[in-house]
């Protein structure tokens, strides 16, 4: 039998670090990542054929668990006809006429392939749409690695940034305003003083890449005043929140709308698949209709559209939501409990099928500061007791956890069962 040690040792000669994206390979939590073979409802298996109950769902994108029967079926009806023809197909008519008939706002959409390629042609479409270079983004939130978005905060409050990567032009990074998630009066105070600079802000409608961290009260309306007030457009990516609060994603839920969205993960049930849509009279400025460039051969790919419109078909159904959404708060709450009774401090986030935990005194995380001051050794060790128990959670403190349709109340309670075991061993 291969491991996933031997896998790993195999991958590093050929890939940079063993892997084709940074977090899959343990770095965070330490030891070596498991090698998965396949994946069926709630489980993924190993190549060494250990069964684990997953919360990652590949960062997101199975709302309906692994390998559904409907989608599956989709896909291999469509790749019957041919893979991709590079010219338009009524499929991508189909997929963006039902994304404009869901999401709020949405008057237009184009594909793509990545959430990266979402966010970073919603920000050149923003720039070249206003005129003006200035973008916001908020620290811990993570929006693909694309260049002007890979910016950390700069030395003061109102200071722009500077590159977060080797790689990145520190000229670029003089574009980017970092500010402090959920504080309104930071926006605020960077608006009045750079508002007619600004292009767009950029935000995490609920931040899930620093664990999870819901918006407070006011956050995303101050967010929506400051854009309407100064002319700018308010980006809201949703390629991790899309349709995991609810068909009409974060801003169905939080009643707020954005001028552009990002969408991707969910939408593509798997397959590699995003999108970046909204109004009109800003959506029509992209190429050909405009002047903003932004083009992909396979972007629209038939079998993707073919399993996201199978997936959206599903999640459409009415009720839908009412049993993963029960089952987060089932999930999260025992696991709370199960903490407190073994006397370790641990808090919790979670909305929609999204959650969190924190190994921390205090009782409301709210921003990137918080996150960071957890105690991250714990949640290593809570990490590798719960995948030596078969459950499956993000190999770092700071990504936020998911469950799917496919979870049963009996994976839920062979999770708080492991769950507990391990809570009595992280005491010193
Ligand atoms: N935006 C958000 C909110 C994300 O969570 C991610 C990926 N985790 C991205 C953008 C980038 O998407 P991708 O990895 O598909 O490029």
Redesign the pocket.
């Known amino acids: 039998m291969t491991t996933s040690e031997q896998c790993f040792e195999q991958a590093q000669k050929h890939i940079p670090g063993g892997v084709n994206s940074p977090v899959r390979a343990f770095k965070a939590v330490g030891g070596s990542p498991r090698f998965i073979d396949r994946a069926e409802g709630p489980y993924i298996f190993d190549v060494e054929g250990k069964r684990y109950i997953d919360y990652v769902l590949s ?1 997101g994108p199975m709302l309906l668990g692994h390998a559904h029967p409907s989608v599956i079926e989709a896909v291999t009806q469509q790749v019957q006809k041919g893979l991709s023809f590079g010219a338009p197909t009524e499929i991508e008519t189909r997929m963006a006429d039902r994304l404009c008939e869901i999401m709020p706002g949405m008057d237009m959409v184009r594909m793509v392939n ?3 390629e979402a ?1 970073m042609s919603a920000i050149r479409l923003a720039r070249g749409f206003t005129g003006r270079d200035k973008i916001i983004k908020f620290e811990g939130c ?3 690695h694309s260049d002007s978005l890979l910016i950390k905060a700069g030395s003061g409050a109102l200071t722009f940034g500077v590159p977060s990567s080797p790689g990145v032009p520190a000229s670029l990074a003089e574009h980017t305003l970092t500010l402090t998630y959920n504080d309104p009066a930071g926006v605020e105070a960077a608006f009045a003083e750079f508002g007619e600079q600004i292009a767009c802000i950029i935000v ?1 409608p609920v931040a ?2 620093m664990n999870c961290v819901p918006p407070l009260p006011g956050f995303l309306e101050c967010l929506r005043k400051c854009c309407d007030q100064y002319g700018s457009v308010l980006i809201i ?1 949703e ?2 929140t899309g349709f995991r609060l609810g068909l009409t994603g974060a801003q169905g839920y939080y009643g707020v709308t954005a001028d552009l969205t ?1 969408l ?1 993960k969910v939408i593509g049930g798997g397959m590699p698949v ?1 999108a970046f849509g909204g109004r009109r009279d800003i959506m029509q400025a992209l190429a050909p209709s405009g002047p903003v460039y932004q083009a992909g051969t396979l972007s629209g790919n038939p079998a993707a559209m073919a399993a996201g419109l199978a997936m959206l078909e599903q999640i459409s159904q009415p009720g839908f939501y009412d049993k993963p959404f029960a089952m987060t708060t089932q999930l999260v709450q025992g696991l709370r409990e199960r903490a407190d009774a073994a006397g370790i401090p641990m808090t919790s986030n979670h909305v929609g099928t999204m959650f969190g935990l924190f190994f921390t005194e205090e009782t409301q995380i709210s921003n990137y500061q918080q996150v960071m001051a957890c105690n991250i050794e714990r949640f290593n060790r809570f990490f590798h007791g719960m995948l030596e128990g078969g459950v499956y959670l993000a190999p770092a403190s700071y990504e936020a956890g998911f469950l799917s349709a496919a979870h049963s109340l009996k994976d839920i309670e062979d999770t708080l069962a492991v769950a507990e075991q391990v809570f009595a061993t992280l005491k010193d």
């Open positions: 960062w990545s959430g990266t966010t993570y929006h693909g995490e899930g890449n990516d390629v991790m990002c991707g995003a």
